[in-house]
């Protein structure tokens, strides 16, 4: 492999190894991501390993073996359940998400991402009311207000109804086609 492909790569997974007790839930996995990977999908079952993958990039799973190397730290991950607290409203959600890294942005950046997910009309509701739908959209905002390199979606249409989930597969497709 050429200097130049090597060094177009945001993520490499080498032989990696994750283990919970007795039960490996990874082993040998490698793999990279390319610094201009567009829109990419993990599949697998349920117990595959997908969110265990995930989290150990994140540095949230302890490797018993092999490497994962990072270009940028200039990552995101929205969990398949993302939880807020339930007094806030969506501005102030992402408001805390840029406080988390040190960033801020204007008021009207975030009224413009919240109607890119879909949430304008929510705007001025707590979160303790939002649907489950409301807040797959709402964690999508949190992690796409950092503009991160690469977003790590988790089941991003977990237990949603057929059309809160087709609505989420719209949103990623738009995502993926104007936040390149």
Do not use: H, W
């Amino acid at each position: 492999m050429s200097e130049e492909m090597a060094s177009k790569k945001m993520i490499e997974i080498e032989k990696l190894d994750v283990v919970f007790g007795s039960f490996k839930a990874l082993s040998q996995v490698s793999v990279t991501i390319p610094e201009k990977a567009g829109v990419t999908a993990m599949i697998g079952p349920n117990g595959a390993g997908k969110t265990t993958l995930i989290r150990t990039i994140f540095d949230q799973e302890k490797k018993a073996a092999g490497s994962v190397r990072k270009s940028s730290s200039d990552l995101a991950y929205c969990t398949d359940t993302p939880s807020f607290e339930p007094f806030l409203r969506p501005d102030e959600v992402l408001q805390q998400s840029l406080a988390l890294y040190g960033r801020s942005v204007e008021p009207v950046q975030i009224k413009e991402l919240l109607t890119f997910v879909g949430l304008e009309k929510a705007a001025g509701r707590y979160v303790g009311s939002f649907s489950r739908g409301m807040k797959q959209r709402l964690g999508l905002a949190a992690v796409l207000i950092l503009e991160p390199q690469i977003l790590f979606l988790d089941e991003p249409t977990s237990a949603l109804d057929p059309f809160g989930r087709e609505a989420m597969l719209a949103l990623i497709r738009k995502v993926g086609q104007e936040r390149r």
